[in-house]
């Protein structure tokens, strides 16, 4: 039943792209979404196992089959649909959140195009593949939207902030601007990076190097006089609460705001600087961002939308890693490591949809299970469902139902009413 249950889920989520795909595409598509979610590995010859049961073919056969069709799926032009979809979901102020990453192979001889990279695990050096990863933060979990691999032995390839642009050229082409609000970590604090949030009219906030020692960046305070970003950092104006995870407590966090000028070719544009010191951290955390800090709300929220990005990245980018088996995938063909990791990014949404359809189901388990608590019924039948209906509904259906007497007529004692209780007081 609960294979069953799944199947069908894909089945719906697939249903988007029956325009894109053939009917072999799509039954292959599905099979390898239905793989690497059950095998957890990015190797197609695990995915092969898991769709054993459905193919009477050899796993050498379905392996072959698989690796021909993966350079021949549309991914780019099926995650542009369900961005088109996801429009209406990003406001102004939704974060988006942009992550540097890596996917390093130790063994990597016959893998074509394998470049340097920065293993961020081990703090060391690696080969392997650079990565832009963009997620949605949403308030339960978090979602991917759009996943770019690249080398750096590509031919094409000429700078990270390139290869982000071509990210903004997929997200402006599903929605004709760039929305909500890019969150960009500390690596993201070089010029050329927000000259192009600026070219695009992108909403920004990235996390700021505070460790330049004599050579701190030098901003345009707001009497357009140039100063250092740190001497800036005098009093401050505001103070919220961060909860430590790891510690289980609650610190405080001391906020100032500041409003600065940005030379863009020609023009200075109004920009807002937030200085943010943790309790306990030796440095301040300061963050450059495009959004109107006028209170202690403003530069809070700033605060809170970046450092909730862990929680986001530990549930959507180490999840694939550590659950899906992203980081093992074993193709030799660079552009068919590209397509695969577009592959996660739609298994991503759909684990997201079945995500926040248990939460509703657990919702609805948990009002049932405080009706039943709280009602006089010890056993689940009809009696019990009317409890739970009473519990769940008569406050809604009070606010619109008007009686015609002034006084409520009390019902008979043995008819059970589904409005309201008849011995509370009105």
Do not use: W
């Given at each position: 039943m609960e294979?069953?249950?799944?199947?069908?889920?894909?089945?719906?989520?697939?249903?988007?792209?029956?325009e894109d795909l053939t009917k072999p595409q799509m039954n292959r598509f599905k099979e390898l979404m239905h793989g690497i979610i059950r095998g957890k590995k990015g190797i197609l010859s695990e995915v092969a196992r898991q769709n054993r049961g459905k193919q009477r073919k050899s796993i050498r056969k379905q392996v072959q089959q698989y690796s021909?069709?993966?350079p021949k799926l549309p991914l780019k032009n099926m995650i542009t649909r369900k961005l088109i979809g996801l429009r209406s979901e990003i406001e102004s102020d939704t974060a988006l959140y942009f992550d540097l990453v890596d996917v390093t192979k130790k063994y990597h001889k016959s893998m074509e195009m394998i470049g340097t990279t920065w293993n961020g695990s081990e703090g060391v050096?690696?080969?392997?593949y650079e990565m832009v990863d963009v997620s949605?933060?949403?308030?339960?979990?978090?979602?991917?939207?759009?996943?770019?691999?690249?080398?750096?032995?590509?031919?094409?390839?000429?700078?990270?902030?390139?290869?982000?642009?071509?990210?903004?050229?997929?997200m402006i082409a599903a929605w004709g601007e760039m929305r909500g609000t890019c969150f960009v970590d500390s690596g993201?604090?070089?010029?050329?990076?927000?000259?192009?949030?600026?070219?695009?009219?992108?909403?920004?906030?990235?996390?700021?190097?505070?460790n330049r020692g004599t050579k701190d960046r030098l901003v345009l305070n707001e009497r357009g006089d140039q100063t250092k970003m740190m001497d800036l950092w005098r009093e401050v104006q505001g103070i919220t609460a961060w909860h430590d995870a790891k510690k289980k407590k609650q610190k405080l966090v001391q906020l100032q705001w500041r409003k600065i000028w940005w030379k863009h070719g020609k023009e200075l544009i109004p920009m807002w600087m937030v200085w943010?010191?943790?309790?306990?951290?030796?440095?301040?955390?300061?963050?450059?961002?495009?959004?109107?800090?006028?209170?202690?709300?403003?530069?809070?929220?700033?605060?809170?939308?970046?450092?909730?990005?862990?929680?986001?990245?530990?549930?959507?980018?180490k999840c694939n890693k550590a659950?899906?088996?992203?980081?093992?995938?074993?193709?030799?063909?660079?552009?068919?490591?590209?397509?695969?990791?577009?592959?996660?990014?739609?298994?991503?949404?759909?684990l997201a949809k079945l995500h926040e359809q248990a939460l509703e189901v657990g919702q609805l388990l948990h009002s049932f299970l405080k009706a039943f608590v709280t009602g006089a019924q010890r056993k689940i039948t009809k009696w019990a469902i009317i409890d739970f209906y009473d519990e769940t509904y008569a406050k809604l259906e009070r606010d619109f139902f008007i009686f015609r007497n002034?006084?409520?007529?009390?019902?008979?004692?043995?008819?059970?009413?589904?409005?309201?209780?008849?011995?509370?007081?009105w």
């Open positions: 294979k069953y249950q799944i199947s069908t889920d894909l089945h719906n989520f697939c249903r988007t792209f029956d021909d069709m993966l050096p690696g080969k392997g949605l933060g949403r308030a339960d979990d978090g979602m991917s939207l759009y996943r770019h691999l690249y080398s750096t032995e590509h031919l094409d390839y000429s700078s990270q902030v390139k290869e982000i642009e071509k990210v903004f050229q997929v993201g604090d070089n010029n050329n990076l927000i000259e192009l949030f600026l070219k695009y009219q992108a909403g920004f906030a990235i996390r700021m190097n505070v943010s010191h943790r309790e306990g951290d030796p440095d301040p955390c300061v963050f450059l961002t495009t959004k109107t800090i006028k209170n202690e709300s403003d530069a809070s929220k700033i605060y809170h939308q970046y450092f909730q990005r862990g929680g986001k990245e530990e549930a959507i980018f659950k899906l088996g992203m980081e093992k995938v074993q193709l030799c063909s660079f552009e068919k490591v590209k397509q695969l990791m577009l592959i996660y990014v739609l298994i991503d949404q759909f002034r006084f409520c007529p009390s019902p008979p004692a043995s008819q059970l009413s589904l409005l309201f209780n008849p011995n509370e007081k």
